[in-house]
């Protein structure tokens, strides 16, 4: 087969046999799909030699760029031990070691890795102290091999833990509106993205609702300068009458990432741990998609000085290359689940490929790579020319809004700047950008009517400003 043969080929198998994650396969078989087959650096190439710049780094995981030369090394050597072994009976060398380095990250991110200063524990403050739950830090790592299976992990985990300390109404979560936690069962009932997860209602189990601190749309119709945080005092009141049947609030620190790149008010976060501290209910921190470095710092809970008692971290994790996850958890959760076997507290829960050697021998070259080139301190410039670049954005007739918290923006297209008129979602504003800036070279992949802007964190400045020319153009040529 010659080689055009060879990528029509590619091109009908892939609509005869491939089902896309998030796709109308009507739509997608209608079209040519592009086909990747390189990467270099923030590029990757299509079968016909077309480079395109990663303007979402794969879907939010690579943050050094591909062929990354450490992390490649770091595969091929532990390809030349063992790829895979079960951490079911056994265990292995590069999961132990990036347990106790991702400890250490979190425990200690300024010594670790970054110029910032130390996690600061929050102490419940008010009420009766005695009802309070024992703050730590997190020390224990439990593998698994995707975010949404880091989200399962930590709800089974807070809801068996209530369990073992006699605690048995504590059967529920908070979660929020425009949450994004990943598309199993349990990840879609604390959900709150209506066009994914309203299909599987009936399969959901029930969750308490608390609003999106979400300035630019306030549900309850504030003005984020002025409201004293009024979201928070929303929670708080469902906290109050319900925190005998919730066993955790589960959040998106900072920046609720799928639910369209929506950034709280400086204090949310910090003011989410309090009212969980006071309330006797875990905090769980999904740092799947703002985890390694995306909003400036390691974690997004070093923003407000917050320890959870339970964190998800993945897509970052091994740089784009391979998939892994882990759920991390305080001392005070994993002793809860200590006994004898016949007392039935063992955590039943692992998956075949926990802990998988490969990729954690990747996550591990990842921690090293922020060390070495000193990423976080890197960005910092970068950040403010993505700011500035977007303020300039913000002044298009049909940009409503930009925000963006460190590699992490989103602009927000609407009909009307006045009104904040949204596009209908069937007009796929979001998609006319996406397909004029990808025929100028810039793939990016937006969520509805908000651009998504997240390229890997080692993009040079030269090719970001050349992003953001490109993406700017796509506005205007989609909207005019
Ligand atoms: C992407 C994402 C998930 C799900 O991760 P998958 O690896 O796609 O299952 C969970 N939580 C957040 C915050 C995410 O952004």
Known sequence: MGILDKNRHLEEADKKYVWHPFTQMQEWEAETPIIITEGQDCFI??????????????????????RKKEIDDAIRD??????????????????????????????????????????????????????????????????????????????????????????????????????????????VSVGGVDIFHNAFGPLLFKTFKAPSPYWYRCELGEDCTTCGIACAKKMEDTLRH??????????????????????????????????????????????????????????????????????????????????????????????????????????FHGHSYTGNPLACAAALACLDIFEKEETLKKLLPKTDILEEKLKNISGLAHVGDVRNKGFMAGIEMVKNKETREPYAWEDKMGWKVARHARNNGVFIRPLGNVIVLMPPLSISN????????VVKDAIISATS
């Not at 030269?462 to 020319?469: A, F, K």
Request: proline share 4%.
């Open 242 to 347: 319900h925190h005998e049947e919730i066993a955790a609030v589960i959040i998106e620190p900072l920046v609720q990432a799928a639910g369209g790149m929506i950034i709280a008010p400086q204090g949310y976060l910090r003011e989410v741990r309090r009212l969980c501290s006071k309330y006797n209910i875990l905090l769980i921190a999904d740092e799947v998609a703002t985890g390694f470095g995306r909003t400036g710092k390691m974690f997004a809970c070093e923003h407000e000085d917050v320890a959870p008692d339970i964190m998800c971290l993945s897509k970052g994790i091994t740089g784009g290359y391979m998939p892994l996850a882990v759920t991390l958890a305080t001392e005070e959760i994993y002793t809860a689940f200590l006994g004898e076997f016949r007392e039935l507290k063992t955590f």
């Open 45 to 66: 190439k299509d079968i016909y030699g077309r480079w395109y710049l990663d303007g979402v780094s794969s879907l939010w995981v690579n943050i050094f760029g591909h």
């Open 78 to 187: 532990q390809l030349g031990k063992i790829a895979h072994s079960t951490m079911l009976g056994l265990s292995n060398a590069p999961a132990i070691e990036l347990a106790e380095k991702l400890i250490r990250t979190v425990q200690k991110p300024d010594e670790a890795l970054s110029p910032h200063p130390p996690f600061v524990k929050v102490r419940p403050e008010g009420g009766d102290s005695t009802r309070f739950t024992p703050h730590a830090s997190l020390t224990k790592v439990f593998y698994s091999d995707n975010g949404s299976t880091a989200v399962e992990v930590a709800l089974k985990m807070a809801f068996q833990y209530w369990k073992h300390r006699g605690f048995t109404g504590k059967n529920s979560f908070l979660s929020l509106n425009n949450a994004y936690h990943g598309d199993t069962l349990g990840a």
């Open 462 to 469: 030269e090719n970001l400003v050349r992003m953001l020319v």
